[in-house]
Structures are given as structure tokens and as C-alpha cells.
RNA sequence: CGGAGCGUAGCGCAGCCUGGUAGCGCGCUUGGUUUGGGACCAAGAUGUCGGAGGUUCGAAUCCUCUCGCUCCGACCA
């Protein structure tokens, strides 16, 4: 490709309303141009890049046994009110009707649809196992549409759907999509791990999320020290134990905290350290139940675990009102002696004794409360969120690191929730009907693009991995009127096209610094620099974009060492 | 949906408080000089000041409504 006849249209200046790296530099070397929040449009050298994505993707499910196929974006409601979810999904799910008024949503996911075709088609266990995917723009109606391709409304994501008659069966499917998406976050040269997670609205039974590894990541997630153990911190298991709880040395007394809510505030006002408060949270659930949760004053609770343990859909913090009624207090004074809701407590506070806890009074606390004697717990579990340094659930003295991650993949085994649902069965050897057991699996194609930029540049620009950039080699002609230069250029150029290097020829008539600083920020791997100064020995210069590294290298002997440089950067290792 | 902020040329911004008919830098066009890290000189083009309504002799500026965008939170494969 000619830079000169590209469209490649870069800015100098970063666009104000980009807030994290992927997103600035995506704008600032024109791969994307936003059309509304959270929607974009795919500039030619950012489709390159998706596409590379795509290619990998493709790759690996198809070695893994998947089957491409491709569903359409316009579902009709009928399926999703089969499944339920046209209900459940709220206003993330986009509707709207076609000309006869007939309800429609653009496909966040496809589960119904999949499920719908499968029903339909698959009726012997001899037919099994079956893994069908797609690559399709998706559209979820986020509320908060945030960071580039990072979080879009509309977005290309790669969803697999895999049917097997038995458990055991979907459990081979999973570990199989398991491997496959190793190979591909290997092969795209990421820094990555895969934790378990909480499988979500979407259900199921078990699930793991591949998270890109990012300072920027929008999710938190911990890591053994020791072990394999690796978990988003929503999922993060802590080690129960029965703690005994010591006993009371101190007489509760009353004092006045005047507008010290918080736990900072109380803190310092009573000159003691969290470690010695006792928080208590005031949630409702979904059951319509409200209750207190205790937690160590510098814990935070850990809703997922909560809304677990209750079996309940969801958990919130309670409204100013609903503590005003169930504590007899404004936010911030709530505590357990005296409460007549469900108090639950977290495993760690049944090992306290002699702490603070709220009076239930604005601008009250109590001092040296203890559980038993003042007040009574109804249960104890581990309910809050794991942090750096706690003890791995897993392995005898491993400790918890913990890391910003960015989601780009995530695999679920469903089970039979939406064959139930739908009505999906086949019959296995003995004739008898069975439920498809289900697994889905996604990977944002996008996002994991916009991941990949996110940890890999500089302040020049992005440094794209090999097998994700656009062009594999930058020629940098320097001086398109100087013959000698052109000549040179053009040559190498043909002889990597012919080889079939992906090769963009920077032909244009601009002074070098500009072609230079448009090299670094589009962040091609490799790139040649032809100019008369090297040229008058029979040399042009080699730059790694990522290391920095520069080499005179003849121009007998450029060509074959740019193929050896791609090869080795491309080369990856199926995984075990 | 709660909180905060921003919409003025393709991009980055000033002007608004104190109303008087729109400006700066980059980019773009033309000519010339330059050419190994975002050149220089000269001459140009580009705006329904997000939209609607109101106040006023007069509104980018003041008021009301509305739309869009960004950030924080809640939410979320």
C-alpha cells in the first residue's frame, strides 16, 4: 500500500473527549472516528487491525472444532420472550419495530437465536458435540458507553455456542474453548491472565474471564503468588474459618460522633484505626428484603458473594430512606444493637471483639460493642472482597497480587438453562429426550485491539505486536524527488510485496520529520528508513518500533532480515 | 438514572462575567524557498457560535426549554 493513495488520516493533537490511551491513540492514527457515543466507525488502518484480530480468532476456533456461521442482527422478540430475557434484559437491549409493528432488538448476544436454529436441526445425540460461532457486530444499549472501543454500544465480538448431550460432554467443550482462547491471546503477543469469574446475567453454571493486564483496566482481579489460582476480585474465594470470638474486655458506652459518618471521619474523630470499626451496611435484595451486613471498617462488601449466599438476583445499598427506616438513623449511623432486621456478618468480624460500631442515632456511636453480648448475628460468611495479601483459597502459603484487567474474553458453561427454556433436546441412546447442555463463549474482537494499544506504547505512540498491526513494515521514503532515494524505495517495496509482506510505502511529499513522527505514532513494527545520506553506501536504516533499536543494514540484505524478524514475531507455540 | 463539566472552522482552544454583528494556533488551498525528527515567507478559503423559544434597538454572550458529548458514581458477558 502507498501511503499516498491510503486513507490514514492522522491528528497531531489528541481529541478532547478521548480519555484513556487506546482511545486517543486509535483517534490520533486514524483507525476509528466516533459516529455517536459509544459507536464508530472502522477507519481502513484500524480495520486491518480488527480483521488481523478476527483472522486469529478464526484460526484457532476452527482448529478447535468450532464452525464459522454468521446470525442476524435484527432477532425478532419472539425468542427472547421464549428465553425470558426480553424481560430480564432490560434497556440494554435495544428495541424497536419494523413497518408492521412487529417487535424486534438488535442481538446483544446470541444464545435464542443459536438455541432456535440447534432445536431445530439437532435431534440425535449423534449429532453432538456440536460448536457453532460467528463474528458479528453486537449491540448492547450500555448506560455508560465509555473509553474508545473499550466499552462501545456497538462492537465486534466473536460468540461461540457449544451443545453436548451430557455434562461430561460440555465440560470437554469448556476446557477445549478454554484452550483455544490461550492460543489466541498467545498468539496476539498479550499480556494476559485467565481468572475465574462470577458467570453474571448471563447464568450458568461455572465460568473465566481472559483479562488483558492494564493499569487502565476496568476490572480488578487477583492472583496467587504461589499457585495457578487467579479470580476477578467479584469471584475471589477468601478461606472460611470459624473464628472464635475473644471476649469482651470493654463496658459499651455511648459517644457522641456529631456529623461523623464516615469511616474516615470516625476514625479520626476517635483517633482509632478501621481495623477496629465495625461497618454496618444496609442492602435490600431483590426478595424485597432488607438486612445489615457487618464488615471490618477498611473491608468492602462484595455484593456478588451476598446476593450468593441470600440466592437472591440482586443486591443493592439501600436508599437514604429505606436506612432511615430501618435504623431509626440518617446514613451513616447505622450499627446492629438494637436492629430489627436480619443481620449477617462477614467471617472476619466473628474473630472481633471491643469495636466500634454506629448508634443508630445521628451523631452516635457506640465504643467496646461486642457481638453476643450486644447485639446477635444471624450468620457468619466470607462476604467481602479480596485484596492484595490475603491468603490464596487454593494452596497452602500462597498470597494475593492484584492487577487491573480489561475483560476480552469470557467463557461460560450454561448448562440447560436456555435448552430448558427453549426447548431444546435431543434424544440419546436410549430414546429418551435430553436437554442440550450448553456453553457460550465470547471474545471482543475490538476491545482486545484497543487491550493490545492499551499495553503497548510509548508517549510517540502505539506499538502494535506483529500479529495485531495493520502493515507489518513501514518503508519511509525520505526524499521522493531524489531518484536515487525513489528508485530504492520503490524497488524494496516491490520486492516485499511480491513476498507478500504487508507493506505500506510511505511515498509522500512531506519534510521526514513529519513521516517520522507518523511512523511512531500508527506504530508499525518495522520500519525502513531510505534516504540519500545511507543510500550513498548501499545502506538504508532498520528501526524496531518497540525496542528502539536502529541497524544499517545493506539493501542486498534488507529484505531477507525483515522476513526473518516477521517469522519470528509471528511464530507462537499451540499451548498444553 | 444521580453528580460534575463541555458544545464557537476538520482538530485544539479564546471570546461569554460586563450584549454592539467572531478570533488564535494547527490543518487545508495557491505560489516561492526548504528537506534525516511535526520548516519558513506571502496570499487565500472555511462558521446557520448544538437546536428552539424568550428578553433586547441589537444575543456566541442574558433567561427558559431541549438535544448531543465527556468524566465520576450506580449499572454491566
Same mark, same amino acid.
Given at each position: 500500500m502507498r501511503y499516498s493513495q491510503y486513507f490514514l488520516p492522522t491528528l497531531k493533537e489528541t481529541p478532547a473527549d478521548a480519555e484513556v490511551i487506546s482511545h486517543q491513540l486509535m483517534l490520533r492514527a486514524g483507525m476509528i472516528r466516533k459516529v455517536a457515543a459509544g459507536i464508530y466507525s472502522y477507519l481502513p488502518f484500524g480495520l486491518r487491525s480488527v480483521r488481523k484480530m478476527e483472522q486469529i480468532i478464526r484460526e484457532e476456533m476452527n482448529r478447535a472444532g468450532a464452525i464459522e456461521c454468521l446470525m442476524p442482527m435484527a432477532n425478532p422478540a419472539e425468542l427472547w420472550q421464549e428465553s425470558g430475557r426480553w424481560e430480564k434484559y432490560g434497556k440494554e437491549l435495544l428495541r424497536f419495530k419494523d413497518r408492521k409493528s412487529a417487535d424486534f432488538c438488535m442481538g446483544p448476544t446470541h444464545e435464542e437465536v443459536i438455541t432456535d436454529i440447534v432445536r431445530n436441526t439437532v435431534n440425535s445425540y449423534r449429532q453432538l458435540p456440536l460448536n457453532l460461532y460467528q463474528i458479528q457486530t453486537k449491540f448492547r444499549d450500555e448506560i455508560r458507553p465509555r473509553f474508545g472501543l473499550m466499552r462501545g454500544r456497538e462492537f465486534i465480538m466473536k460468540d461461540a455456542y457449544s451443545f453436548d448431550l451430557d455434562d461430561a460432554g460440555a465440560d470437554l467443550s469448556y476446557s477445549k474453548m478454554y484452550q483455544a482462547y490461550r492460543n489466541i491471546f498467545n498468539r496476539c503477543g498479550l499480556k494476559y491472565r485467565s481468572v475465574e469469574a462470577d458467570s453474571g446475567a448471563i447464568g450458568g453454571s461455572f465460568s473465566h474471564e481472559f483479562m488483558v493486564l492494564a493499569e487502565s483496566g476496568e476490572d480488578a482481579i487477583v492472583s496467587c503468588d504461589s499457585c495457578e489460582y487467579a479470580a476477578n476480585v467479584e469471584k475471589a474465594e477468601l478461606i472460611y474459618h470459624e473464628l472464635e470470638t475473644p471476649a469482651a474486655t470493654l463496658e459499651l458506652q455511648q459517644v457522641d460522633t456529631p456529623g461523623q459518618k464516615t469511616i474516615e471521619e470516625v476514625v479520626e474523630f476517635l483517633k482509632l484505626? /478501621? !481495623? !477496629?470499626l465495625v461497618k454496618t451496611l444496609i442492602v435490600q435484595t431483590s426478595a424485597d428484603e432488607v438486612l445489615a451486613v457487618l464488615l471490618r471498617g477498611d473491608r468492602e462488601l462484595n455484593v456478588i458473594k451476598l446476593a450468593n449466599l441470600l440466592d437472591v438476583d440482586w443486591v443493592l445499598m439501600a436508599e437514604d430512606d429505606v436506612v432511615k427506616q430501618a435504623t431509626g438513623a440518617p446514613t451513616g449511623f447505622a450499627g446492629p444493637i438494637g436492629l430489627k432486621i436480619r443481620v449477617i456478618g462477614d =467471617?472476619?468480624? !466473628?474473630?472481633? =471483639?471491643d469495636f466500634v460500631v454506629g448508634g443508630n442515632a445521628a451523631d452516635v456511636h457506640f465504643t467496646g460493642a461486642n457481638q453476643d453480648r450486644d447485639f446477635k448475628v444471624s450468620q457468619f460468611a466470607d462476604l467481602r472482597q479480596a485484596v492484595a495479601g490475603d491468603p490464596c483459597p487454593r494452596c497452602e502459603n500462597g498470597k494475593f497480587e492484584s492487577w487491573r484487567g480489561i475483560e476480552v474474553g469470557h467463557i461460560f458453561k450454561l448448562g440447560v438453562k436456555y435448552s430448558e427454556a427453549m426447548n431444546a433436546t435431543v434424544l440419546d441412546a436410549q430414546g429418551k429426550a435430553q436437554p442440550l447442555v450448553m456453553g457460550c463463549y465470547g471474545i471482543g474482537a475490538g476491545r482486545s485491539v484497543a487491550a493490545a494499544i492499551e499495553q503497548n506504547h510509548d508517549e510517540n505512540g502505539m506499538i502494535l505486536p506483529m500479529p495485531l498491526a495493520p502493515f507489518q513494515v513501514l518503508v519511509t521514503?525520505?526524499? /521522493?524527488?531524489?531518484d536515487e532515494v525513489r528508485e530504492a524505495a520503490e524497488t524494496l517495496y516491490q520486492q516485499l510485496l511480491a513476498l507478500n509482506v504487508e507493506v505500506l510505502l510511505d511515498d509522500r511529499d512531506e519534510r521526514p520529520g513529519i513521516k517520522f513522527k507518523d511512523a511512531d505514532l500508527i506504530g508499525i513494527p518495522l520500519r525502513v528508513t531510505v534516504g540519500a545520506r545511507n543510500l550513498k553506501e548501499g545502506n538504508v536504516e532498520l528501526k524496531a518500533r518497540n525496542s528502539g533499536t536502529t541497524s544499517m543494514v545493506s539493501l542486498g540484505d534488507i529484505t531477507p532480515q525483515l522476513q526473518q524478524l516477521i517469522s519470528e514475531a509471528l511464530a507462537f507455540e499451540l499451548g498444553n
Open positions: 484505626s /478501621p !481495623q !477496629q =467471617a472476619e468480624v !466473628q474473630g472481633m =471483639a521514503m525520505l526524499n /521522493p524527488k531524489d
